[in-house]
């Protein structure tokens, strides 16, 4: 009884490091990627919409050195970016006279190895 015992608790633990492996969060250098919904401001999904990624606050207000090229929105309001570094980026929407100017142009810092989801709002 007492072997079945401990065999029993050496398998538990071993399947327990194994899980604990398994969860392991990723390295700060594992790549990301970011996915933007874009909405109105009724709350509407907004297709067509050009979005734009910046590493910081002075190429976002100058409108220069985008991370790569503008991404287009799709017929869900969606666009995705992958292959990021975890870092916050300053994000810019455009679709005719509606912009996100002022509001929610800054994403919080991305996880890394982690699909990562913001909704931005244009007016």
């Not at 490091?17 to 390295?27: D, H, V």
């Not at 594992?30 to 999904?45: A, E």
């Amino acid at each position: 009884m007492y072997r079945k015992a401990i065999y029993i608790f050496t398998i538990s633990l071993a399947f327990f490091f194994i899980i604990l492996q398994w969860e392991r969060p990723a390295q700060a250098d594992s790549p990301c990627s970011l996915r933007i919904m874009v909405l109105n401001d009724l709350g509407n999904i907004e297709e067509g919409a050009r979005v734009l990624l910046y590493h910081n606050k002075s190429d976002y207000q100058a409108s220069k050195n985008p991370v790569r090229a503008a991404e287009v929105t799709d017929h869900k309001g969606i666009v995705k970016f992958k292959k990021l570094k975890a870092k916050a980026y300053f994000v810019d929407v455009r679709k005719g006279n509606k912009n996100n100017d002022g509001a929610g142009a800054q994403t919080a810092k991305l996880e890394a190895g982690k699909a990562n989801r913001v909704t931005i709002i244009i007016e």
